[in-house]
């Protein structure tokens, strides 16, 4: 019986070492686990090896002058009776009271450290359990440290900490609620922006480095309280948090500089949110994309001035409205500046991909109808023309084109004529071939109109 009860104490003994050891590594993240598990391991051997060991030592009586600490142990030597079970009972009993307390302390100790590393909106659900734990056990732990005295006290505050251990996990490691930006989108859509900014300030409260509710907020203040300078140093403020990615800085300055072009046409202030692009993510594909950006920004500025006063449109037919229109008006010097910046632009794209069609194009409509220099625009759309694989409906409009310039720009009916001839002649079944054939009809009539008002007929020409 008494062997029965020292194999029960010792199997009690590890069982409480060995939960307090489990519940303390789920505590830890994935992270913490691999970085802390030799500090437990020497822990584990300061607070419970070393002490068990001593106290075994304390009670062996190695010498005369030092006898056992259990006067128990040293009543067995005397007697002659066999002292080593008597050596295990108190052995036992030792290893019981400091395998609970290193328990007890370890579980207390790393609960303390993780209800400081615990989410602010989880920390009332840990006090929660906290208080359900110790109202549920309190009485069965009061019981335990009644009827066992002192040296049960460990273990009846084990009884306590234990669970709160064993479900603290799912409070320490629960991943927080994604932010929910509906409310702030439905004052959005209903004109209630001040509404729509708190919305958005209080889910970012809950999660501070969301990067869309972040952007969210810069793009309210910019194309909705037209505060651009609040919109710049929102996207600044993101660019410097460390939890902001390569991918995620660059988008976040590339709609800076969107912003400075679309809303006060300010070339510095999207060069500046370009080039820091270039230097925060230098040598990267990022950083390549964000200087080809910076070498055509004149040409987007244009583009987005054309697109707002509806500059940029290509009439369908092209040809019909390109001959019908009024002549062009005075260019002014400034508006020739801002041409030849354009062209500027065009050239240098066209010098790093000749095959370049857009540009290409542009060119051609910035010499002929902003320069005034329609032959060098019928020579870029020549060369567009060449281009092989083009499709018919392009073909047919640059055909298009160059009639209606040689026709406003040069005067030179004969050779418009001839290119509209062959535009009816190789694209029959598009729109500008329509176009071109009542044109053609116009001109025929026109010339008879003519030659019957000089007193000749068309047939004796």
């Known amino acids: 019986m008494a062997d029965s009860g020292l194999t029960f104490l010792f199997g009690v003994s590890i069982g409480v070492a060995g939960a307090a050891w489990v519940l303390t590594v789920q505590l830890w993240t994935p992270a913490e686990r691999a970085r802390n598990c030799w500090w437990l391991l020497g822990w584990f051997a300061k607070g419970l090896l070393l002490p ?3 106290w075994t030592l304390m009670n062996l009586g190695l010498a ?3 006898q056992p600490f259990m006067p128990e142990i040293q009543a067995a030597k005397n007697i002659g009776k066999g002292w080593l079970p008597v050596l295990m009972r108190v052995v036992g009993d030792g290893f019981f009271l400091v395998s609970s307390s290193w328990a007890v302390v370890t579980l207390g100790w790393q609960l303390a450290l993780a209800w400081g590393s615990t989410k602010a909106e989880f920390r009332e659900n840990f006090k929660e359990l906290c208080r359900t734990c110790a109202v549920l056990l309190l009485l069965p732990a009061a019981a335990i440290a009644w009827f066992g005295g002192w040296p049960m006290f460990p273990l009846a505050v084990g009884v306590i900490l234990g669970p709160i251990a064993a479900f603290a996990p799912r409070l320490i490691h629960a991943k927080p609620r994604p932010p929910m930006y509906s409310r702030a989108v439905a004052r959005l859509k209903l004109g209630k922006y001040s509404e729509a900014e ?3 300030i209080r889910e ?13 907020l810069a793009d309210l203040y910019a194309n909705h309280f037209h505060d651009l300078k609040g919109a710049e140093r929102t996207v600044l403020e993101i660019c410097t948090r460390a939890e902001t990615t390569a991918p995620q800085l660059s988008i976040a300055l590339h709609r800076l500089a969107d912003w400075n072009l679309k809303m006060t046409g300010d070339l510095d202030g999207a060069r500046f949110a370009l080039d820091l692009i270039c230097e925060r993510l230098k040598g990267t594909h990022l950083a390549h994309m964000a200087q080809l950006r910076i070498n055509r920004l004149l040409e987007t500025l244009d583009e987005l001035r054309q697109r707002e006063t509806g500059r940029n449109r290509v009439p369908l037919p092209a040809l019909g409205d390109s001959l019908d229109a009024p002549p062009a008006r005075a260019i002014s010097r400034l508006d020739r500046l801002k041409a030849a910046e354009l062209a500027n632009a065009c050239v240098e794209r066209l010098t790093q991909n000749p095959d370049d069609v857009g540009a290409r ?3 051609a409509r910035v010499f002929a109808e902003r320069l005034n220099k329609a032959e060098l625009g019928i ?9 092989p694989e083009q499709p018919e409906a392009r073909r047919a409009e640059w055909l298009g084109l160059v009639a209606a310039w040689q026709l406003k720009h040069l005067e030179d009916a004969d050779a418009a004529r001839k290119v509209l001839e062959r535009l ?12 071109a054939g009542r044109r053609l009809r116009l001109m025929a009539a026109q010339a008879a109109t003519n030659l019957k008002a000089a007193g000749r007929s068309p047939e004796k020409t």
């Not at 020579?379 to 281009?387: A, V």
Request: hydrophobic content about 50%; glycine content about 4%.
């Open 424 to 435: 009816v002649r190789e694209f029959p079944n598009t729109p500008q071939a329509l176009a």
């Open 64 to 66: 005369w002058n030092l």
């Open 52 to 54: 068990l060991a001593l």
């Open 361 to 363: 194009e542009k060119l």
């Open 204 to 216: 970012l409260e809950k999660c501070e480095d969301d990067f869309d509710g972040w952007m969210m």
């Open 198 to 200: 708190w919305e958005i």
């Open 379 to 387: 020579e870029q759309l020549g060369l567009l023309l060449d281009l």
